[in-house]
């Protein structure tokens, strides 16, 4: 099979979807690896990598796009790159299509084949539990949402002026960590080892055993309704939003009147973005101008945090990616949606239809609040 990755033209996105060891093993077993010239040179990977990898290198984007039966991206494609979509290839890529209705209707118009990282699930393979594709990209988003927040925490970023470990004497900051999936329990963990006093907010009650275990008293576990929520919510520092409906849209569980509770100049680090927010207020930036304040509150909301840390990432994810790509090209595409429930559970787009339900329903909800928008006005 012919494999195709691009260079990822999203704003200050410079992962890629494939490392040159990546591209090694798919060479090896036969197929052919198409990568877009300077694709890797953010992440750390030369094109003479990707040559002695056993890949081409190709000077012509339009080429890469025209001639891949899988093409691997590591974002979702933007306006640039709709004209590009075709029925002969099948994408790979993360989407986040509940949040993102030009780019749903542009897959559907192309007849594309669009596979999401975000939704394949483990299937049957106890090896691979939840969703093996999202979980390392999760664990960066988790421990950087931690850092983000101690840095804009800081006065001259707009914060509070708070130390997020303390000193003796001087108490550290509160962190509050909506949602106890990998991103928060990531974001948890990197936030007690800085010293924070941190409470994580979980719905599930299997998953607040698995919390008060994991922590051991290092970190507050509580149920989340929204009496506590909104308690916890006003005395906190920094607010990390770690909400995930797989595939849906992010409940949005902070309102905007709950920002006049909080304290002036605390930090909303909102990693559920790419699912539209967990906060009312919330609206996707970029690493370039990442922040911005609503009623005296600092809200980071970066919609691609794993890019800040492009060659870590690219690592990550092509370590979780690597098995299934390699299903994808050696069985080819019906051949390995056949074989594994988990990996046909990505499928969000083809033949012109949206499969994925809680996809069609955010959308339906979004388009129906535009257009009763329209009708006001």
């Not at 790159?81 to 780019?103: I, K, V």
């Not at 850092?147 to 914060?159: K, V």
């Not at 009496?227 to 770690?242: F, M, N, P, Q």
């Not at 304040?293 to 990550?316: E, I, Q």
Request: proline letters at 6%; glycine letters at 12%.
């Amino acid at each position: 099979m012919r494999v195709g990755v691009v260079t990822e033209i999203k704003p200050a996105e410079k992962r890629v979807a494939l490392t040159p060891a990546g591209a090694h093993e798919l060479a090896e077993a036969g197929h052919e690896v198409l990568v877009q010239a300077g694709a890797g040179i953010g992440s750390g990977f030369s094109d003479q990598m990707y040559v002695g990898a056993g890949a081409s290198i190709v000077v012509d984007v339009d080429q890469v796009w025209a001639e891949s039966e899988l093409l691997l991206k590591v974002k979702e494609p933007i306006a640039p790159e709709y004209g590009r979509l075709n029925p002969d290839a099948t994408l790979f890529t993360y989407l986040h299509l509940a949040a993102a209705p030009a780019l749903t209707d542009a897959l559907v118009a192309s007849g594309t084949t669009a596979i999401a990282y975000e939704t394949v699930t483990g299937g049957h393979d106890p090896a691979r539990p939840g969703l093996p594709l999202l979980a390392p990209m999760s664990e960066v988003a988790g421990r950087l949402a931690a850092q983000a927040g101690a840095y804009f925490l800081q006065d001259p970023f707009g914060g509070r002026g708070v130390l997020i470990g303390g000193v003796p004497g001087v108490a550290p900051a509160r962190i509050v960590v909506i949602g106890g999936g990998v991103v928060g329990t990531n974001a948890a963990r990197v936030a007690v080892g800085m010293g924070a006093e941190v409470t994580i907010l979980e719905r599930s009650i299997a998953r607040l055993t698995e919390l008060e275990l994991l922590f051991d008293g290092r970190a507050r576990v509580l149920m989340s309704d929204p009496l506590t929520l909104r308690e916890e919510v006003s005395h906190a520092d920094v607010v990390i939003g770690a909400v995930l409906v797989a595939g849906a849209a992010a409940p949005k569980l902070i309102t905007r009147d709950m920002l006049s509770d909080m304290r002036k100049r605390a930090v909303i680090v909102d990693v559920a973005i790419d699912q539209g927010g967990c906060a009312e207020t919330s609206t996707p930036t970029t690493h370039g101008d990442p922040t911005y304040v609503v009623d005296d509150v600092l809200h980071y909301c970066v919609a691609n945090m794993p890019g800040g840390v492009p060659n870590t990432s690219t690592r990550a994810l092509t370590n979780a990616t690597l098995p299934y790509v390699r299903a994808l090209a050696d069985e080819g595409v019906q051949g390995a949606l056949s074989a594994d429930p988990g990996l046909r559970a990505g499928v969000n787009v083809a033949g012109g239809e949206i499969l994925v339900p809680a996809v069609r329903e955010a959308l339906d909800a979004s388009r129906t609040v535009v257009d009763h928008g329209r009708m006001a006005a």
